[in-house]
């Protein structure tokens, strides 16, 4: 009687194996349906949709910037007592967004030049050495630019022409 209770058992289990089995082969063929399902709409989302096409209109073109000289400019260097004197020619625009600007900034022009030439006056040769040098130079030229012209800015300084001797 034992032995016919353990050989029910055993075919119970046996019975009872082969559905774990096949959860598991379920499990498995859903989570491939849902990695193929994934990687199709994956591929549809980066390479067929183009929202970018359909939802943006034609910017307008964008105003080029408007250029204004600044009289060339040439300076002595500080140097040492004993030492050859050094000059700095240099010729500088500076660039604005709009006409407007550009015609405001105009009256004002002789400020400008003074604030440069005083600041360049007081440059060393070894202020000026490579293009870190220049990069210095320009950004203080725009930050005292734009002090003297507060109520109009001034996008860049840019450099024609940079000679010292």
């Known amino acids: 009687m034992a032995e016919n209770e353990q050989a029910e058992g055993a075919g ?6 082969p559905p774990t089995k096949g959860k598991l082969k379920l499990i498995i063929a859903v989570v491939g349906l849902l990695f193929v399902v994934g990687g199709g709409a994956a591929t549809w989302f980066l390479f067929f949709r183009h929202p970018a096409e359909e939802m943006h209109a034609e910017a307008p073109p964008a105003k080029p910037p408007v250029f204004v000289e600044v009289p ?25 967004k709009e006409e407007k600007q550009a015609e405001a900034i105009k009256p004002s022009m002789p400020r400008v030049t003074d604030i440069f030439q005083t600041y360049l006056r007081e440059l060393r040769p070894t202020d000026l050495s490579g293009s870190a040098g220049l990069f210095r130079l320009k950004e203080e ?7 003297a012209l507060l109520p109009t800015p001034v996008s860049a300084v840019l450099f024609k022409e940079v000679v010292v001797q």
Do not use: C, H
Not at 141 to 147: A, K, P
């Open 141 to 147: 030229l725009t930050r005292r630019v734009n002090v």
């Open 72 to 96: 060339d400019m040439m300076v002595n260097l500080v140097g040492v007592a004993g030492e050859r004197v050094q000059f700095l020619k240099i010729k500088i625009v500076l660039e604005v």
């Open 12 to 17: 119970e289990a046996t019975v009872a194996a």
